[in-house]
């Protein structure tokens, strides 16, 4: 399967306190740069056979002899690196996976989780959830967001795996939700006012935002509930760096990977 790790985020929001890197991909934790956690999880799968790496073309060095890390310059927005990353692969994979450069506590045993559960049914589209209890078990004190739905709450995760046939339609609608997102009554419009209503009281299932999204984008997609935190644990503030890189030093001194 074909990987592709977005990861052109400049950094210029709050993580710039912690570091003073160029893009957030390139903050480090020890003596690697943050998206290099992830390379390493996806290299260290059996499901992954090449890597196209969006973004931070200064880490290019460090895949110059690995025929299955590709590192190209990053587009203006996710939408168009994912574009961009789609193509650099020559006869691409039939499902297609996206990995945030982001998350650099994820392991090739939880992606490979998430993988084996979309295998167990047919979709277009798969995205994994969190529930807020196996996310604050793991790493107490963890700093997310989490949507109240009649399931439970849950965060959403930063992988996404897709059918590459149907990668126009992902384009075209994530480009009229990003245009929306400031316009509630556009965005009303586009998903409907039971819908939002029913999501702002917390009574909306899971089967139902299955169903809509499905609807909206003309495909089956499906919510997969994950077990492995790491996969919704994107850092995005100095926080979320610090316990980042707690965990990881505890590990290596473990001799954990």
């Known amino acids: 399967m074909d990987a592709i790790i977005l990861a052109a985020s400049p950094n210029d929001s709050s993580l710039k306190k912690s570091h003073s890197a160029s893009k957030e991909a390139l903050i480090p934790i020890g003596s690697r740069p943050m998206v290099d956690y992830v390379v390493q999880a996806l ?3 059996s499901k992954i056979t090449r890597i196209v790496l969006v973004g931070p073309t200064e880490v290019e060095g460090l895949y110059k002899n690995n025929v299955l890390v590709q590192v190209i310059e990053g587009g203006t927005d996710h939408l168009d690196s994912l574009q961009k990353g ?3 692969l020559a006869n691409p994979s039939e499902k297609i996976l ?6 650099p506590l994820l392991t090739a045993p939880a992606l490979e989780r998430f993988l084996l559960s979309c295998s167990d049914q047919e979709a277009d589209l798969y995205y994994p959830l969190i529930r807020r209890e196996d ?3 793991k790493y107490p004190g963890i700093k997310r967001t ?3 739905l009649q399931d439970g709450e849950v965060t959403g995760g930063n992988i996404l795996l897709f059918r590459r046939a149907i990668l126009d339609r992902l384009v075209w609608k994530g480009r009229e939700f990003i245009k929306l997102r400031k316009d509630p009554l556009g965005l009303a419009g586009l998903l409907g006012w039971r819908f939002l209503f029913s999501f702002i009281r917390g009574s909306l299932r ?9 609807d909206l984008l003309g495909i089956r997609g499906l919510a997969i509930i994950a077990d492995d935190p790491e996969i919704g644990f994107d850092v995005d503030k100095p ?7 707690a965990v990881l030093s505890r590990q290596q ?5």
């Open 43 to 45: 290299l260290e799968s």
């Open 86 to 88: 789609l193509s650099k």
């Open 98 to 103: 996206v990995v945030a450069g982001d998350i």
């Open 135 to 137: 996310s604050e078990l």
């Open 146 to 148: 989490f949507v109240k």
């Open 206 to 214: 899971i089967e139902e935002a299955q169903v809509r999204v499905s």
């Open 239 to 245: 926080e979320d760096l610090a316990l980042v890189r």
């Open 253 to 257: 001194n473990r001799g954990d990977k």
